[in-house]
């Protein structure tokens, strides 16, 4: 069975300020972070025993992951895994880039965002340059505030050509037609995230190929349902697997609306749906 897993444990803590996040420097108490890093290995116990299952993984943490030792390792471990498909995770990229040199670079991926105003460019971009070296897979993408558009601009082109530069549209900010052009210019594929998709009703991989897992084993649907499906450690989930229509009137969130059959994001973003990675063919294409 082929299954992608959006894998969200309690951990909420991050080492940025960003004021467009409820979870700006935040820090969890040392008890929390004892039972994150006991969940996620749990879970990670639980794909290496998956043998006769195809997976892909992504880790979509409220706060930063990657500066905790357990998420380096569990994702390395995951990559060198011959089930697991693609692991990747959603990250700042504000830890050290060494670790990578473990994995599989034909498994692992990256989902970076770039804070301005959190961390130097200069610091940042050099780790972009840094992990294209190393020959690690990553995107890269900006909040489209129009604060940033000229920092976007600059790192569209000091990127290298083959990293794609993605930009959200940022929760709650209209764009006039002109704004979302200079957008668009920068990443084709913008048009997509400017407005929230319908979905009341429509055809969804989630649910059925696509699931949602928190870190005590419950799974659902997608990050946005809080309905339960099961329970990811007793198997229960596996009987309530089926193609569901989505429940909700809009989904305006990348990791939910990719997943939508009637949009053609599947085949845009063909081999680097986890990661936000389009096929070459579909970068110039809005």
Known sequence: MDLTLLYRGPLASCDYDCPYCPFAKRRDPPELLRADRACLERFADWVACQEEDRLSVLFTP??????????????????????????????????????????????????????????????????????????????????????????????????????????????????????????????????????????????CRTGESVLSVDGDGTVRRCHFVRAELGHLYDGSFRAALRPRPCPLAVCDCHIGYVHLETLPLYDVFAGGVLERIPAPAMRSRG
């Open 62 to 203: 409220w706060g930063e992951g990657l500066v905790r030792s357990w998420y380096r390792q569990t994702l390395v471990r995951l990559s060198l895994l011959p089930q697991v498909r693609r692991v990747a995770i959603q990250t700042n990229l504000s830890f050290r880039t060494d670790w990578v040199d473990g994995a599989d670079l034909d498994t692992l991926a990256l989902w970076c965002t770039y804070h301005p105003g959190q961390t130097p460019y200069e610091r940042f971009i050099g780790k972009c340059h840094d992990l294209a070296a190393r020959g690690v897979r990553f995107s890269v993408g900006v909040v489209g505030l129009p604060g940033h558009l000229e920092q976007a601009r600059r790192l569209r082109a000091e990127l290298p050509e083959r990293v794609y530069l993605w930009i959200n549209a940022a929760e709650g900010h209209g764009y006039t037609d002109a704004e979302a052009a200079r957008w668009t210019a920068i990443d084709p594929l913008f048009p997509y995230s400017r407005h929230p998709h319908r979905s009341a009703g429509l055809p």
